[in-house]
C-alpha cells in the first residue's frame, strides 16, 4: 500500500481501511501465539500500513484545520 493511493480516499474510506487492518493485525497476532503464523512478515507490513493510514488521516485533519481557520479569519 503506498501514501500516495492513500491521498486520494476520503477520511471515511481512510476510517474503514484502518478498521480493516487493526482487525487483521489481531488475526496475525491470535494466529502467533497459537503457533499457526505462517507468514511473519506479513505482521510487520500490516503494522505500517496502518501507520501509513493514520498519518494520510493525521494529514487531512490538518488541511481541513488549517482551510477552517483561514476561511474563519477572512470572515472577519
Aim: glycine share 4%; hydrophobic share 40%; net charge positive.
Amino acid at each position: 500500500m503506498k501514501a500516495i493511493d492513500l491521498r486520494d480516499k476520503t477520511p471515511d474510506q481512510l476510517r474503514d481501511e484502518l478498521e480493516a487492518l487493526k482487525k487483521e493485525a489481531f488475526n496475525l497476532r491470535f494466529q502467533a501465539a497459537t503457533g499457526q503464523l505462517e507468514n511473519t512478515g506479513r505482521v510487520r507490513a500490516v503494522r505500517r500500513d496502518a501507520a501509513r493510514v493514520k498519518t494520510v488521516l493525521n494529514e487531512k485533519a490538518i488541511e481541513a484545520a488549517r482551510a477552517a481557520s483561514s476561511s474563519a479569519a477572512g470572515t472577519e
